[in-house]
T-cell receptor, first 113, second 118 residues
Framework: AQSVAQPEDQVNVAEGNPLTVKCTYS??????LFWYVQYPNRGLQFLLK??????LVKGSYGFEAEFNKSQTSFHLKKPSALVSDSALYFC???????????FGKGTRLSVIA | GAVVSQHPSRVICKSGTSVKIECRSL??????MFWYRQFPKQSLMLMAT?????????EQGVEKDKFLINHASLTLSTLTVTSAHPEDSSFYIC??????????????FGQGTRLTVV
């Protein structure tokens, strides 16, 4: 079974500082990992994905994530946070094929001016 | 990216009535769509997999007679909450992926529907 864990319910960071939102995964076989962001009362917006290749994945809005196989982690990062980055972030994994995503519980990011 | 449109974005209904939520893939055909439910400050929980031309597959604990899913065309799946009760109040989100691209493609999500049953 596929699963992801987001150990932090809330992350607070000052504007301009680097941010990290943590995610660890558990899969059988190759991991297919995703990050999504959700603004209030909205659907999910895709940020980035890791399928294969370089461990550092670059995505939308300046976000990137580093795939670490030995630590089974896929942490989301951004070098300089913006107040507009404040939102709910979900890490997700899916099995091969056209299968549904399995989500972590989400981490609320608050960027303070 | 591909567009998935969900309607309505908000709906308030009385207890005992039924509510239909539509999920459309606007620029691609989706043989499979997924319906999720999200409680306040919680993650998305998969409710069911909607399959075009066949019966939906429901997750354990989801009442198929209460949450009716119809996927009558390659661009439209509907979720009908029948005989709604206040505990059905939630945020419902659909998603679809571009077929043929398998695991390599991200899922595209509708805007979500906030259902409030009074």
């Amino acid at each position: 079974a596929q699963s992801v864990a987001q150990p932090e319910d809330q992350v607070n960071v000052a504007e301009g500082n680097p941010l990290t939102v943590k995610c660890t995964y558990s899969v059988s076989g190759n991991p297919y990992l995703f990050w999504y962001v959700q603004y209030p009362n909205r659907g999910l917006q895709f940020l980035l994905k890791y399928i294969t290749g370089d461990n550092l994945v670059k995505g939308s809005y300046g976000f990137e994530a580093e795939f670490n196989k030995s630590q089974t982690s896929f942490h989301l990062k951004k070098p300089s946070a913006l107040v507009s980055d404040s939102a709910l972030y979900f890490c997700a994994v899916r099995a091969p094929g056209n299968t549904p995503l399995v989500f972590g519980k989400g981490t609320r990011l608050s960027v303070i001016a | 990216g591909a567009v998935v449109s969900q309607h309505p974005s908000r709906v308030i209904c009385k207890s005992g009535t039924s509510v239909k939520i539509e999920c459309r893939s606007l620029d691609f055909q989706a043989t499979t769509m997924f319906w999720y439910r999200q409680f306040p400050k919680q993650s998305l929980m998969l409710m069911a997999t909607s399959n075009e031309g066949s019966k939906a597959t429901y997750e354990q604990g989801v009442e198929k007679d209460k949450f009716l899913i119809n996927h009558a065309s390659l661009t439209l799946s509907t979720l009908t909450v029948t005989s709604a009760h206040p505990e059905d109040s939630s945020f419902y989100i659909c998603s679809a992926s571009i077929p043929g691209q398998g695991t390599n493609t991200e899922a595209f999500f509708g805007q979500g529907t906030r259902l409030t049953v009074v």
